[in-house]
């Protein structure tokens, strides 16, 4: 089986066994561990990645948005410096995979949306970098990527493209399921300074991504199966029966919650939100105040973070996901603010994944989890 490899600007990391590490971008300087980097960047609000496209000899490093919530992978028109290769409305690619849109010119065309502005441009192909074990070469570009090259784009971080990790024949994962050994992902992201006192602000945390079979070989995983959504068939969706706080377990109607690494916060529709926010003023002494639509709680009033009670989701086939403070609260100077907004759609955010080791196996339907994927002491 081929491994997957992605070339990082000045760092490469040749996976083990099966399937693949997946480094990400770091502005300071890369761990030397030989385990892949994973970084948050709080202009984008997510995790993000290098892709390298073209050959050995030339190549272009292109920075992405780790995003489980998306199909389309897209770059930027001012910082993709290869010559494009657009991709004919006729060609059964854009039928297939990319719904036959088409611009004036006969180009296959895409238009994405996002909370905090959109992307268009037209489709076009190009090659990645993967290990050529086929071949019994050390590194073999792959050809026939089809991506997005995005000619406008409003309210999103320049220069920073996106790359779709859903269940979406258009996403990353899916176009190299073959060689990657199945539709199937792993990751598991630090926690951040801002929402914690665990990690020490003068040195660098890092996290992991594991694409292909290897992100199956984990041990003390527990399972839930996905969810179908019939008008959202390749998100990764997920039923909840129930919530725990401080304890208290409470039963809700069932309710869809979709994975989504491209969401900094998570989100819960008004009725669940309301309940547990109303829940958590009730636990929590002391002053508040809403800032950035997020009920917060004066540091010094509700005392150490470790002292915020916990919240557990309850799953349809009886599993249930505990979090630690440091995912359910951010601090902002004196207060501790909630990481959950109340929104039109249950969403599990990347707040609420932070030091968890989150499973996603589009073959299977299932949706995996580990806690303290970091190894904090507890």
């Known amino acids: 089986m081929a491994h997957f490899l992605i070339l990082l600007v000045f ?3 040749i996976s083990s066994s099966q399937g693949i590490k997946l480094p990400l971008w770091s502005l300071r300087k890369f ?3 030989g385990i892949s980097s994973m970084h948050f960047n709080e202009d984008v609000g997510g995790y993000v990645t290098v892709i390298t496209f073209g050959s050995l000899t030339n190549m272009h490093s292109q920075l992405m948005n780790f995003d489980s919530g998306s199909d389309i992978c897209w770059v930027p028109i001012r910082s993709y410096k290869r010559r494009q290769q657009a991709l004919s409305c006729q060609s059964q690619i854009c039928k297939n995979i990319f ?31 993967l290990p050529g074990a086929r071949t019994g070469q050390d590194f073999v570009p792959q050809n026939h990527f089809y991506f997005g090259f995005a000619q406008s784009q409003q309210g999103l971080t320049a220069g920073v493209g996106v790359l779709g990790m859903n269940r979406g024949s258009s996403s990353f994962i899916s ?26 602000d003068d040195e660098q945390e890092f996290g992991t991504s594991t694409l292909g079979d290897d992100a199956r070989r984990v041990n003390g995983l527990a399972t839930v199966p996905l969810s179908e959504q019939e008008e959202d068939k390749d998100m990764f969706f997920v039923t909840i029966v ?45 002053r508040k ?20 009670p916990k919240l557990a989701y309850h799953f349809d086939n009886g599993v249930h996901m505990e979090l630690v403070p440091h995912n359910l609260f951010d601090r902002q100077g004196d207060f501790w603010c909630s990481t959950i907004r109340k929104g039109e759609t249950n969403i599990l955010g990347l707040a609420h994944m932070m030091n968890i080791l989150v499973l996603l196996d589009s073959d299977n339907s299932l949706f995996g989890f580990k806690p303290n994927c970091m190894g904090y002491a507890k």
Not at 102 to 118: L, M
Not at 289 to 308: L, N, T, W, Y
């Open 289 to 308: 105040k809403v800032i950035s639509q997020a009920m917060c709680f004066r540091a010094c009033d509700c005392g150490p973070v470790e002292d915020i």
């Open 31 to 33: 761990n030397t561990t």
């Open 175 to 200: 176009q190299f399921r073959d060689a990657l050994g199945g539709n199937v992902f792993s990751f598991c992201m630090p926690i951040e300074t801002s929402l914690s006192t665990i990690a020490n």
């Open 99 to 129: 719904r036959g849109d088409c611009d004036s010119a006969n180009r296959c065309k895409f238009d994405v949306a996002y909370d905090r502005g959109n992307a268009r441009g037209i489709i076009i192909e190009d090659s990645v970098i």
């Open 242 to 286: 129930g919530l725990t706080i401080d304890g208290d377990y409470i039963a809700i109607a069932p309710q869809l919650l979709l994975i989504d690494t491209g969401s900094t916060f998570t989100s819960l529709t008004p009725t669940i939100y309301t309940l547990v926010i109303q829940k958590f003023q009730n636990l929590l002494p002391g």
């Open 11 to 13: 760092f490469l990391e």
